[in-house]
Structures are given as C-alpha cells and as structure tokens.
C-alpha cells in the first residue's frame, strides 16, 4: 500500500536554481527516507530523517520534517544537470512487510 | 567489485514459464529486499530476508517465489510467468534504514 505521495509529479527548473519536492504520508512513521533515480539505474539513498528530527543537511540537500503534518520536504540547492532524476520519499514505520514503502516520485529536470 | 548485482539485466519470456532472475551483493548485509517498479504504483515489496533460510513477504508475493541459502545470493523466481509481471525488478540490500539498490532487471512477458 501506497504510504509516500510525492508533489509534484514533475518539476522543471533551470540550472542554478533551487528544487523542491514535497512528500506526505498517512501514518505515522519511525523515519523518512529520500531516494534518487536517474534514468535505467537503480535507487540511491541520499538522506534519512528521523520521526524525532526536524531538519538534516548533506551537502546541497536540505530535507525536513513535520510529524504534525504528515509531510517532509526535499530541498536540492544549486542545481546541476547531474540532478536531473526522479526523486522518491520512502517511509519506514517499524519494518517487516509494511515497513518501508515508496512514494511515486518526482520527476525532476534540470535545464541547462 | 563491491557491491550488488542483477541478472540478467534484461529478460523477454512467454506467459506460463519459469523465470529466475539472480541477485549477489558482497557486503554480507543480513537484508535482501525485491522490489518492482511499474509507471504508476512506484516500487512494490515483494518479498524480503533478513538473513540465510529466512524469507518474509511483502506487499505482492503472488506468483514469485525466493530462497536464500547463502547470504550473498537471493534469487526471484516466477513459477509461471504472467503478462501482469512485466516490470522492472529491484533487488535491494541493507537493512530498513537504508537500502543499496541493483541495477535491476526489465522483464518483459509475451
């Protein structure tokens, strides 16, 4: 079952500028995770949030975290071409079978 | 090299055969996950292991089937292949805060 709702589905951007993608979910979590997929490759983990966190930083990312609302936000400054790629959020809730499942994603492009 | 691998890469079968597609990480994570990714559902849990002869499973188990005799190897088999298991197939190691992802494996069922 579907936990993660990215928004939106696709953004577009030119280089230099800033992305936001957005994530909610429905139950409560023990941690929020965002993913990175560039076209035909496999997920990569770029950063995790704990449900007890607010923000957390690495490098150009900014990821935050409102339990009240349900909703983390993933922020990539700067963009670069490279960054072009769909972006997934992933919720984690207590493991086993329901305990990791996947946004949609968000198709982000980065214009040169 | 470290790291996890899928084959075959890519893989066309007809309805009703058997299918196994492999999946070897080097890490010697204890979790192996199988995901599939299709346009408008995201990537789906299929089965999972937390460690050798343990399997569990996730969200769509019908119609696969895995082993796990050894910690390095965690293959997906499709007993009788259907049309509706065209995907792409993710295998995953790590654990549930953080999963190293394959390249994966498109399959297509004709």
């Known amino acids: 079952s579907q936990q993660g709702e990215e928004d939106p589905q696709a953004l577009s951007i030119q280089e230099g500028e800033n992305a936001t993608m957005n994530c909610s979910y429905k139950t409560s979590i023990n941690n929020l995770q965002w993913y990175r997929q560039n076209s035909g490759r496999g997920l990569v983990h770029l950063i995790l949030?704990?449900?007890?966190?607010r923000e957390k930083h690495s490098g150009r990312l900014r990821v935050t975290l409102d339990t009240s609302k349900k909703s983390s936000s993933l922020l990539i400054t700067a963009s670069r071409a490279a960054d072009t790629a769909s972006y997934f959020c992933?919720?984690?809730?207590?493991?086993?079978?329901?305990?990791?499942?996947f946004g949609k994603g968000t198709h982000l492009i980065i214009q040169p | 090299d470290a790291g996890i691998t899928q084959s075959p890469r890519y893989k066309i079968t007809e309805t009703g055969r058997q299918v196994t597609l492999m999946c070897h990480q080097t890490w010697s994570h204890s979790y192996m996950f199988w995901y599939r990714q299709d346009l408008g559902h995201g990537l789906r849990l299929i089965y999972y292991?937390?460690?050798?002869?343990?399997?569990d499973k996730g969200e769509v188990p019908d119609g696969y089937v895995v082993s796990r005799s050894k910690t390095e190897n965690f293959p997906l088999t499709l007993e009788s292949a259907t049309r509706s298991q065209t995907s792409v197939y993710f295998c995953?190691?790590?654990?549930?805060?953080?999963?190293?992802f394959g390249p994966g494996t498109r399959l297509t069922v004709l």
């Open positions: 949030i704990r449900s007890n966190e």
């Open positions: 992933a919720t984690v809730n207590g493991g086993g079978a329901d305990g990791l499942t």
């Open positions: 292991s937390a460690a050798a002869d343990i399997t």
């Open positions: 995953a190691s790590g654990d549930w805060d953080t999963q190293y």
